[in-house]
């Protein structure tokens, strides 16, 4: 197994996990798939997530039995595509991903950034759900192209940026045009695509609504304090008002309209040529 894992970068990716898995209860880590008629709850987040990831599934091209899934996160699609007898194996730089998945799917796993793995050629299709993002666009396509069988495939499902002037919201995801032009300059050719950014807005929609309340209850919560201990409160305000600030200014990363303006979430299947 491939190991050749950072450990810089792997402490935010594990807050992340332990709040999505301990706070939330969610085992994906996905924006999921919605239904326009689904409310906004924790069961209809939980069920888009099951959605999207039998989307992805039920995309695998006929034929293929030994699949990569590329930043598997907790294991979840793996275990499912695993049940569907697919011949699976994770990889992720992740430390407490690289655990979960131990207890979790009984597979080969990498523990490795995929722009640092050397697979070579034993791939019929290798996921990208929602890492793409994470690994350098000069190297996807090289790195998924020696990883995969000829004729293999690479799927992507994740978001890009159309503008890059839209502060915050320009910050995390490919540059969609950047990726584009490394696409059509690769040896893979678009076979599936499709736009799903109005499928994951309620994601947004429900994160943010979430965010109201945190911000409005911290208001409520720490009223009486302002009053009684004003000395104090300055030094807190002096100690965290920074990432107070930080978190309401990042709550445009949840506007579901802004983001469809400036964002594109989209699924491809590509083919090796
Ligand atoms: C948003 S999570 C998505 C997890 C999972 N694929 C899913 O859809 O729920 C991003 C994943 O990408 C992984 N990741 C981050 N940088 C990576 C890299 N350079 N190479 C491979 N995976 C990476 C993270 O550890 C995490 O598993």
Redo the contacts with the bound molecule.
Sequence with gaps: MSNHAPTA?KAK?DRALRFYRDVLGLE???YGMWLPEDELTMEALKAAQKRYEDFLIDSVPEGARRIL??????G??CLHLKDRGYDVHG????IN?KKVFAEKVEAPFHF????DSHLEGGYDVII????CQ??PIDKVFDVAAKALKPGGHLMVCDYFVLDQNAGELSKSGHDYEAFMAKAEASRFEIVKSRDVTLDIRKTLEIADGWTDKILLGADIFTEKFREKNPFIWKILVWLFGKKYQKAVSQKVLLDADRFSEVKKYEFFLFQLG
């Design positions: 970068a990716n994906r880590l996905h899934d590329v930043g598997c996160g907790t979840e699609l990889l992720s730089p992740d991903q490795t950034r995929f722009e990208m759900s929602e890492s994470y690994i």
